[in-house]
């Protein structure tokens, strides 16, 4: 083979892959993917929010307030570190009631979905502020929720299930194929990929770090963490940790499962397995360790992000047609704002291109 046939091969190989780019980038810019998943994780999200400043409202002067438990001089001195919280402005009882309740309202206006993306910077900065005030009250899920609200910025929440997709469609907006839908389309996807990811991790890093442990290695780990008493329900947990071949198979599937969700995301085919059960984990996690209730719960709003709305689509008309109703007509060109000819139908973040742009690996899976 001579050079100038190589050169020729590589030249062609490398207009191949230029074109399959940005064929992609095309196909994310025209598509925003897991708009359903999206606003039920809002939704989801915005609740928890607001549980976190209602569930012990009767006592908020004493967990969070300037004269609480957390000592003034703990939240604003040194050891405090460089965290920014609104209630260190001032020390002023009034001030604490200003900011706790305005945070209860962005938390509020965050689920409903109104001017979503503004409710969602609002709501990171009270909810920040609110955990950086008493940092002893964290679960873990505090932590994933202030870290995904930042991605949640990008994420067009508020299209579905929200009075931001109400009035729009009142008023009969429809998207528009400018460049500014495009980049929000870019940046949405991205935000969705995040998301996607730091579910990915919290399963990866809680499987590396329990594969690690003994009790984790021998099996009996499940038989611990049921019996502490903080969290467990003496009446409930007595039934699984008194047996012992269940409290293995629990202990051994939940690292085995861990391990495998990013992989298994990584199919089509096991996708909807790995979400259904991640979220029957963690729902088992909220019943039997009912101290952990608000991590169990926010880790399943982002893993509703990880479907598809074809999935969601496809499970709506299956409930529809068990329960004897008639199936809803869906213009997915038109809710999506693109072209007739453009056609989502796959889950997540894969979408099918017009067929003179197919780019086959984006639908190889």
């Known amino acids: ?83 920014f919280s609104l209630y260190s402005v001032s020390r002023s009882n009034t001030w604490f009631e200003l900011i706790f ?26 909810l920040w502020s609110l955990q950086q005030r008493n940092p002893v009250l964290l679960d873990g899920g505090d932590n994933v929720t202030v870290i995904v609200l930042i991605f949640f910025v990008f994420i067009n929440s508020g299209a579905r299930f929200s009075l931001d997709a109400r009035n729009e469609e009142r008023e009969g907006k429809d998207a528009e194929q400018s460049l500014r839908f495009r980049v929000g389309s870019l940046l949405h996807n991205a935000g969705v990929v995040a998301v996607i990811l730091q579910v990915c991790t919290v399963y990866l890093v ?28 003496p009446g409930i947990n007595r039934l699984i940790y008194e047996s012992a ?67 969601y689509r496809s499970l709506s008309r299956t409930v529809r047609r068990l329960t004897g109703q008639r199936p809803r007509e869906h213009n997915v060109a038109a809710e999506q704002g693109k072209r007739p000819d453009t056609v989502v139908d796959a889950p997540g973040l894969e979408g099918n291109a017009p067929p003179a742009h197919r780019d086959p690996v984006l639908t190889r899976t």
Not at 247 to 266: C, D, M
């Open 101 to 126: 309740h305005l945070g209860a309202l962005a938390a509020l206006l965050f689920m409903l979905g109104w001017k979503t993306r503004i409710m969602t910077v609002l709501h990171y900065v009270f």
């Open 245 to 311: 071949t269940l409290v293995t198979l629990i202990t051994y599937g939940t690292v085995f499962f861990q391990l495998a969700f990013t992989f298994l995301l990584l199919s089509r085919k096991w996708r909807v397995f790995a979400v259904a059960g991640g979220i029957l984990m963690h729902l088992g996690i909220a019943v039997h360790m009912a101290g952990l209730i608000s991590f169990s719960l926010t880790i399943v709003a982002l893993e509703l992000v990880i479907m598809g709305d074809a999935h």
């Open 206 to 233: 809680s499987g590396m770090y329990k594969v690690q442990g003994e009790r984790w290695q021998n099996g009996s780990a499940l038989y611990y963490i049921l019996r502490v008493n903080e969290f467990g329900w």
């Open 1 to 83: 083979m001579t050079k100038d046939s190589l050169r020729m091969n590589a030249n062609s190989a490398a207009n191949r892959m230029r074109a399959s780019f940005y064929t992609r980038i095309d196909d994310l810019s025209l598509r925003r993917r897991s708009l359903i998943g999206s606003a039920l994780a809002r939704i989801i999200l915005g609740a928890l929010g607001l549980y976190y400043y209602l569930r012990d409202y009767t006592e908020r002067s004493y967990l969070w307030g300037p004269d609480g438990v957390w000592p003034w001089q703990n939240f604003t001195g040194p050891a405090a570190g460089d965290g």
